[in-house]
């Protein structure tokens, strides 16, 4: 099954929260799950994983929109904008934006 | 004085008949490992490419305590299973597919400041069968912001050895250099391997898996807890990385680096062209006149000349460029300019190599080796001489003042024009290269922002050395080459001075026989004759006889005989133009106007006028955008290990360069000019 990543559908419930990171506003924290990057293709999902960006870590956005600046554990990433859309994440309840 | 312990003598003897064992860095981008790799060989380190590739590795050599080790600096990778270039290239390093004989030792730097990220890339690369050492690095820092690791504890989990160290303190590198000796001389067995993989995660395990098994290992030999990232870095990133003020930023920075390359570079610059002029007329002067004069003069002094003449820029671009990167600056400089970039097929970083490109092609091209994508770095490549150098300058300010004459504005126009005319033919052949035969898929922007540190001097001094000596040796070589045949084409065969220049120097005798005569008359003619000899030789070499046969080649550029050997002899470099301009104009070289006036009322054989404002436009068109720099080609050869990159670009620039010339000079030809 190809999963096609839609902005508005993933907002809804059914998504199970999930929107795409360019979504998130500076600060604000969210968690990559089990299907958050199953859009990308192979080689930019494996790349994300070695850097440190993979299912089940959460992140913080340093810089919003696309291109944008991410931070995991204490790593910085810059994704590009066509990266960055495929990337679906929770955002984290009661994170608030810094 | 201690007592040798046995293994000791075991070293000491391996070492008297075995070859020293050879040991691979390896390791994530920004871990501390090409630090380490200096702190452990110090200044007996060389750049080289990875046999067959051309892929930069550093090799040098390390001392430890009973006897040397040989250190390979392998490109900064994220996982070894990556399917990217370089992740392949250090499998196939470690596997013995390339270079002369497989490492002995891998070397797993694990970064103190990023533990659990280093121990997920290292539970990959101790399922190698090979010994192993794991080498703690950035531990200062680590330690400052209340984090260590206890290496015996470490070294219990991962069933292998561990050194805590420091590259910038030193701490714990000759105790690494003699760990990696040891582990060299042991070798790995089967059961210490099977025990090995008995501590690791599975190989199948998920990356979920994988950061629990890495926090696990982590509570086990760590104490304390890392401070988070500063505040203020992340302002600082936002800033840079800002659409109006990141984009500020960065034109401040790289005007500064662009004009540094471009003025500083001009007084060493002009110190070599002092000191090899000097020698040469030293040369002139002393040896008797012959062939063997004219080779060292016109050859070797002029060739090592034309060569090294590029030091002062590629050496001070260097130098500047490692000050930015070791500062963090410039993965944000790559992120600002990457959205721009991408639309021509290009990455971020191919923007400081394009704008060095604009001070001399040559150290842009060295400096393509920032970007870390194959075919992104070739594109940049082949490109890169369509940015408008130095070397073009006195021909721009020849041609448009030929065109623009007394229209200050129009000739300033002009010359943005030229300038503006070369970076947009280099990005639209990015764009058609990128999607012809560099067609696939660009490497989206996955860029790590590393924390900004004071950058080294030491280190960017280094830098600069390694590159200086690596062009001298590789591309220098070649360039020298080249010069002395292209000496050898235009010099040769001797042309024996023709009845006018001899009734020439007739007439200056006797003008200079008569009473009261000026001695700047006598100078004059003299000059005149000088010249027309240095004409006829021109025309009469091989160089100007391919230049007469070539001729019907530019006729549609409304370019004559004349014009076409002084374009040819620019093959050799774009300056050379101008020189070759004086001559076959027998023009005093100390007066540009004079020369501009004889251009101008220059002739063809059928009496009509050669500089036309649509021929004259015309050439500055091919200036622009022509392949005329043997030097350029002969670096393009070394960094692409292949003819088939610099035959192209010659090609491709030279055949553009072509038809847009034809293109203006008809235009302005219909349009009655």
């Known amino acids: 099954m190809v999963f096609i990543p839609q902005t ?18 500076r600060g604000q924290r969210a968690v990559i799950d089990a299907e958050s990057l199953i859009s990308l293709a192979d080689a930019d999902r494996c790349l994300l994983r070695a850097m440190g960006i993979h299912e089940s870590c959460e992140l913080k956005v340093c810089k919003a929109g696309a291109p944008c600046i991410i931070e995991v554990e204490r790593t910085r990433v810059g994704l590009c904008g066509s990266v960055a859309s495929k990337v679906f994440v929770k955002p984290c309840d009661g994170c608030p934006a810094a | 004085m201690a007592a040798q312990q046995p293994e000791d003598i075991e070293l000491e003897r391996v070492y008297s008949t075995e070859r020293p064992p050879r040991a691979a860095l390896l390791g994530q981008p920004n871990t501390g490992k090409t630090t380490l790799f200096n702190r452990l060989c110090g200044s007996r380190a060389r750049t080289a490419n990875i046999p067959g590739t051309t892929v930069e590795s550093r090799v040098g050599v390390a001392n430890a305590t009973h006897g040397s080790l040989e250190i390979m600096d392998l490109p900064g990778i994220y996982g070894l299973s990556l399917e990217v270039p370089e992740s392949k290239l250090c499998r196939d ?161 790289m005007s500064l680096l662009f004009a540094s390359i471009f003025w500083l570079a001009q007084f060493p610059m002009n110190a070599l062209d002092f000191i090899f002029g000097t ?26 000349a034309g060569t090294v003449v590029f030091l002062p820029q590629i050496c001070l671009l260097f130098f500047l460029l490692s000050l930015l990167e070791d500062s963090g600056y410039l993965a944000r400089a790559a992120f600002a300019a990457d959205k721009f970039m991408r639309r021509f097929g290009l990455p971020g970083q191919a923007f400081v190599p ?23 770095r070739l594109a940049t490549i082949l490109v890169a001489p369509f940015m408008s150098c130095t070397a073009r300058l006195p021909v721009y300010v020849l041609l448009i003042s030929l ?40 490497r989206p922007m996955l860029l790590e922002m590393p924390p900004y540190r004071k950058p080294s001097i030491k280190i960017a001094l ?49 003008v200079a026989r008569q009473a009261n005569v000026n001695p700047e008359v006598v100078k004059s003619l003299e000059n005149q004759a000088n010249l027309q000899e240095a004409r006829d030789q021109q025309l009469g070499s091989m160089a100007g006889k391919i230049g007469v046969i070539a001729e019907p080649l530019f006729r549609p550029l409304g370019f004559d005989h004349q014009l076409t050997v002084a374009v040819l002899t620019s093959f050799l470099a774009r300056e050379v133009f101008v020189s070759t301009l004086m001559i076959i104009s027998s023009t005093d070289s100390n007066d540009e106007s004079s020369l501009l006036e004889k251009l101008s009322q220059n002739r063809r054989a059928d009496g009509t006028l050669l500089f036309t404002i649509p021929t004259a436009a015309s050439l500055l068109v091919f200036f622009t955008l022509a392949m005329q720099c043997l030097p350029t080609l002969a670096l393009v050869r070394r960094e692409t290990q292949s003819w088939k990159w610099p035959l192209l670009q010659f090609v491709w620039m030279s055949g553009l360069a072509w038809g847009m010339a034809w293109i203006v000079r008809e235009i302005l030809l219909t349009g009655g000019l």
């Open chain 2, 403 to 442: 065109l623009f004459a007394g229209r200050p504005w129009l000739a300033g126009l002009a010359f943005v024009g030229c300038y503006a005319t070369g970076a947009i033919a280099g990005l639209l052949s990015a764009f058609l290269v990128r999607r012809t035969l560099l067609k696939g898929p660009a």
């Open chain 2, 93 to 253: 390093c470690l596997d013995g597919r390339i270079g002369d004989v497989a490492p002995d030792v891998a070397v797993i730097i694990a970064d103190a400041t990023n533990f659990s990220r280093s121990l997920r890339f290292a539970s990959h690369a101790l399922r190698r069968k090979m010994p192993c050492v794991i080498a703690v690095t950035l531990s200062d820092d680590a330690r400052r912001k209340g984090f260590s690791v206890n290496a015996a504890a470490l070294s219990e989990c991962l069933g292998c050895a561990v050194v805590i160290t420091s590259g910038r303190t030193g701490e714990g590198v000759s105790e690494l250099a003699d760990a990696v000796l040891r582990a060299a001389l042991h070798g790995i067995s089967l059961e210490a391997f099977e025990e090995r993989l008995h501590h690791l995660p599975a190989s199948t395990a998920s990356e979920s898996d994988l950061a629990k098994w890495a926090n696990d290992v982590l509570a086990e030999v760590a104490s304390g807890r890392m401070s988070a990232n500063s505040r203020v870095s992340e302002r600082v990133d936002r800033a840079l990385t800002h659409p109006v003020a990141g984009l500020a930023a960065f034109i401040l920075v």
């Open chain 2, 462 to 510: 280094w830098v600069m050395y390694d590159r200086g000596v690596l062009f001298i040796k590789n591309a220098g070589t070649m360039i020298l080459a080249i010069c002395v045949v292209m000496w050898w084409l235009s010099a040769y065969p001797k042309v024996a001075p023709s009845v006018e220049v001899l009734k020439m120097r007739a007439e200056t005798s006797v």
């Open chain 1, 8 to 25: 508005q559908s993933n907002n809804g419930p059914h998504s199970g929260g999930r929107i795409p990171l360019t979504q998130l506003s």
């Open chain 2, 354 to 376: 394009l704008l060095s490109s604009h001070a001399c092609a040559l150290p842009g091209i060295m400096s393509t080796r920032l970007i870390p994508d194959v075919k992104d």
């Open chain 2, 279 to 304: 020698a040469g007329d030293w040369v002139r002067g002393t040896f008797p006149e012959g062939p063997l004069r004219d080779l060292c003069v016109d050859g070797i002094i002029g060739g090592i």
